[in-house]
């Protein structure tokens, strides 16, 4: 489906437009773009849009997006905030929705679907699709719960346990997300330390993607899989202390 003529819908001849983080492929219709890169490398990965650019080289303003500094732009200055295949990629994306929030009255957020990001040989950089689920370089997941829009670090135990991939394609491949006055957004914290957080919720996506009559079926193997995954690492660190009282005899 081509997502294009329903952005383009919501938006008026005379509307001011931004499009945050379109440096690879930029949406035309953006009269600024807020990207860390300059204005003469974007482009690499086409355009959003229609042909005519309605941004220039200088309302192109070069700004780190996750530097924790305020957009340089005034409260709902914007009539529409487009940010599209950002979010998914950068340090701080908590940081950068308080701020489309701020300076955006409307707006459209897209990224990759969960569902994309939990599949192997999707693609990415350097051909490592064969060994890592979804794409290498993005650092969350984006899930939209009940409109709002929910972060996950994208912990790298889901590239090495298949039983956690996904691996039919039958769901949307993109996360789309129109918003109006604001939204809501929250990141979901995961322990890093603690495996039993880890799993919890690997189970609890992997389990949302099951059609419902193999459920239980499913959810009785994740169980016995995670309790011997944790029987392991108890063991690691049963024995990593031993080596460690080991060296004061």
């Known amino acids: 489906m081509d997502i294009i003529p329903k952005?383009?819908?919501q938006i008026q001849p005379k509307d001011k437009v931004l499009d945050v983080g379109g440096w690879a492929k930029p949406f035309n219709r953006a009269n600024y773009v807020l990207d860390y890169m300059p204005h003469k490398t974007k482009g690499i990965g086409g355009k959003f849009g229609p042909n005519?650019?309605?941004f220039t080289k200088k309302t192109w303003i070069v700004f780190d997006i996750c530097?924790?500094?305020p957009f340089p732009f005034k409260d709902k200055e914007f009539d529409f905030v487009f940010c599209s295949h950002t979010l998914e990629d950068i340090r701080d994306p908590i940081w950068v929705c308080s701020e489309i929030n701020r300076i955006g009255k409307k707006g459209y957020i897209e990224t990759p679907s969960r569902i994309v990001e939990s599949h192997k040989n999707i693609g990415g950089k350097w051909n490592l699709n064969k060994y890592v689920t979804g794409y290498s370089h993005h650092a969350w997941y984006v899930e939209d719960f009940d409109n709002k829009l929910l972060f996950t670090f994208k912990n790298p135990l889901i590239?090495?346990?298949k039983e956690f991939q996904v691996n039919n394609l039958d769901r949307p491949e993109i996360m789309s997300f129109f918003w109006e006055e604001s939204f809501e957004y929250k990141e979901n914290r995961i322990n890093s330390?603690?495996?039993k957080s880890i799993f919890a919720d690997l189970k609890r996506f992997k389990l949302s993607t099951v059609p419902d009559e193999q459920k239980d079926k499913v959810e009785k193997r994740l169980d016995y899989l995670i309790k011997n995954l944790q029987q392991v690492q108890l063991k690691k660190r049963l024995i990593n202390k031993l080596k460690k009282i080991k060296r004061f005899f």
């Open 52 to 54: 005519k650019e309605y």
């Open 159 to 161: 590239h090495n346990i």
């Open 193 to 195: 330390e603690s495996y």
């Open 7 to 9: 952005i383009l819908s």
């Open 67 to 69: 530097d924790r500094e």
